[in-house]
């Protein structure tokens, strides 16, 4: 019995030291303060929602100070510019767009994006700015849509800078207006940003006993020994990032209609036809984001009519050559003829040497076709003419003969009466299914 009790005894001690230990740690984590940090890069996304919505609710959920967004954008689309704005005003954690690293930029509509954090950084070497509309092929908008688009944007800016004074508005109005674009140091000398930092370690020391106004709440940001949280993109995300590079896009594109051809040419299996289909969806989204010229797409489209008529009615080629220039056309116009700074272009020697490439393919596709077509019938019953054969049985005139491997029904041609089993027989015409023979002179 005082063995068991001192068995109980020392466990109960064993699992109050755990507790106490746990609870400890507890109470180290609370009082330590904790960094969300998100990197938006490239051009404005969709993808860039879905992300900056992770970060938030990721800030929320371990009770975060601060929430970083790491930027270097040369712009995008005022759609998802807007949404971007709303995500960042509506944040219940405080949240620091930092325009990073050295020599990173917040172009056009990034400008907006910084604003709308609750402080606005910059990295040394950086640039802010230069955010008046296009069009989304990179032409001038006409005079009444560039006023209205333009006016609209300053109400915005006016809004998210007026609390930064005068000059910051005037500096992100020139922005808008005279596409003005300003240095990290001039950009905080007007007060259109809070800080320069030089890393984010610098940035959270200078952030360090600031006060937020946060949804009417003025909030102290306590920094000290925070610690850093880096939220990554998914594998999806990554994925559909990468469709904001016009290489990839045009590869995308190319392989795309390349399968949709070859399942064309040969119908009846399924692998090509839903590769092609699921690249060419990718390669639309792309195009969708991307800055380009959709008159290319028509050029594109009589491409790919050329090579399907080549393959189904050959032309020694001909239809193939003027289709492989069509592509190679329609790709540079599609991606190349848009100047949007920020923007890449497709590489030009990338395109020729996959539009050559798709040529050279369907080329040899036409080729064997055209073999094939001059190749003599080797099967059916046009080849049945001429040739010997032996009786199966007595025709008398009719009977059974084999001719090869195949017995037929035969008769006997005009004019002669028998032939016994075993005797050569020479076919002189088909009729329906039915051979008409006459005996072969030993």
């Not at 609870?23 to 009082?31: F, G, H, L, T, V």
């Not at 984010?200 to 360090?208: C, I, K, S, V, W």
């Not at 032309?315 to 991606?335: E, M, N, R, V, W």
Request: charged share 15%.
């Amino acid at each position: 019995m005082p063995k068991k009790v001192l068995y109980l005894v020392t466990l109960l001690f064993i699992l109050l030291t755990f507790s106490l230990g746990q609870i400890q740690n507890i109470r180290a984590q609370a009082d330590t303060s904790s960094v969300v940090v998100i990197t938006l890069e490239g051009p404005l996304t969709p993808v860039w929602s879905n992300y900056l919505e992770r970060g938030i609710d990721r800030a929320v959920s371990s009770g975060a100070n601060l929430l970083v967004v790491e930027l270097n954008t040369p712009g995008g689309s005022i759609t998802i510019m807007n949404g971007i704005v709303e995500q960042l005003l509506a944040s219940p954690v405080p949240v620091a767009v930092y325009v990073t690293p050295r020599g990173a930029m917040a172009a056009s509509a990034g400008t907006l994006v910084v604003l709308a954090g609750h402080m606005a950084a910059m990295s040394p070497e950086s640039a802010i700015g230069a955010a008046s509309p296009v069009g989304q092929e990179g032409q001038d908008l006409s005079t009444t849509e560039e006023t209205k688009t333009k006016e609209i944007l300053k109400a915005s800016v006016r809004s998210l800078a007026e609390r930064r004074g005068a000059q910051a508005v005037a500096l992100a109005e020139s922005a808008i207006g005279s596409a003005k674009a300003a240095s990290s140091s001039e950009a905080l000398k007007a007060g259109l940003i809070d800080y320069v930092a030089s890393d984010l370690e610098d940035l959270l020391a200078q952030l360090d006993g600031q006060t937020v106004v946060l949804n009417g709440n003025t909030v102290v940001l306590n920094l000290q020994g925070a610690r850093i949280n880096p939220v990554g993109t998914t594998p999806v995300e990554d994925v559909l990032n990468l469709l904001t590079n016009p290489n990839i896009v045009f590869l995308l594109l190319s392989v795309g209609i390349q399968a949709i051809l070859i399942e064309l040419s040969s119908p009846g299996g399924w692998v090509a036809g839903f590769t092609g289909a699921v690249l060419l969806a990718l390669s639309i989204y792309g195009i969708g984001i991307l800055p380009v010229n959709w008159f290319g797409l028509v050029f594109l489209l009589i491409a790919l009519i050329l090579f399907i008529l080549d393959i189904k009615a050959p032309t020694h080629g001909a239809l193939t050559a003027a289709g492989t220039g069509s592509f190679i056309a329609g790709a540079l116009i599609l991606f190349n003829s848009v100047n949007v700074p920020g923007f890449g272009k497709v590489s030009v020697g990338l395109v020729i040497g996959v539009g050559l490439f798709i040529g050279l393919t369907f080329l040899g596709v036409v080729l064997i076709a055209m073999r094939a077509m001059k190749k003599p019938i080797a099967t059916g019953m046009e080849v049945l003419d001429g040739r010997t054969g032996i009786c199966v049985t007595d025709l008398a005139p009719g009977g059974i003969v084999q001719l090869g491997g195949e017995q037929w029904s035969a008769v006997l041609e005009q004019g002669v009466e028998r032939l016994v089993q075993g005797a050569r027989v020479r076919v002189v015409r088909v009729e329906g299914v039915r051979l008409v023979v006459r005996g072969v002179d030993s």
